[in-house]
């Protein structure tokens, strides 16, 4: 699995050509919720005085999300903001805020960020949340950040979002750790699938 990062530290990540040129740099990560995918960037200018940009950078045209930077093969790539940002999916990607449940209908927090693979693939695996105290086994606070996997599929209904019930077994303290806890939660197999539990909350 590529490195993860949070959709919030992306802001203010330059975009960079192939060739080396900043040509701007990310002000928003916008993502189709439902189908758990970055539809594309809105964009500011370069440094602190630097406005928002009238062009935006879809996901198609990115060539790789990187640690420190946003590739994109040439300036021309940018489109029209509207490309980005008008688009339906936009509209029901809002889900920073939003109530976390399980298929089994139990609140188990709310979401604080969104959690996207690099690389290519512009993928959501997962949302940092502000877990309720019942997620967290022998927890004294009554909230604690968390990181969760999202399912396969992923149903977003007004401020709501909901993930599968044995998700809440793969959380993560930290991003760092949170990548095995992704590949085990996919590798999971037919007992998670079934219900049948594997050990307890880490």
Do not use: C
Not at 113 to 140: K, P, Q
């Amino acid at each position: 699995m590529n490195e993860l990062a949070g959709a919030r530290e992306l802001s203010g990540r330059p975009v960079v050509t192939l060739g080396g040129d900043a040509v701007a740099q990310v002000r928003d990560t916008v993502f189709d919720g439902p189908a758990g995918r970055i539809t594309g960037f809105t964009l500011s200018g370069r440094g602190l005085l630097a406005g928002p940009l009238r062009r935006s950078l879809p996901w198609g045209a990115v060539h790789a999300l990187g640690r420190h930077a946003v590739l994109i093969r040439a300036q021309d790539v940018l489109a029209e903001s509207s490309a980005v940002v008008a688009r339906k999916e936009a509209a029901r990607g809002q889900v920073l805020g939003a109530r976390v449940l399980t298929d089994a209908g139990t609140e188990i927090g709310i979401v604080l960020d969104v959690v996207v693979e690099g690389g290519t693939s512009g993928r959501v695996v997962g949302f940092r949340i502000n877990a309720r105290e019942s997620l967290v086994a022998g927890s004294r606070r009554r909230r604690r950040r968390v990181f969760v996997p999202r399912g396969e599929t992923l149903a977003v209904s007004g401020r709501a979002l909901v993930v599968p019930a044995d998700a809440v077994r793969f959380v993560a303290d930290d991003l760092a750790g949170f990548a095995a806890r992704v590949e085990a939660y996919r590798s999971r197999g037919g007992a998670a699938a079934e219900g049948v539990e594997r050990g307890p909350l880490p």
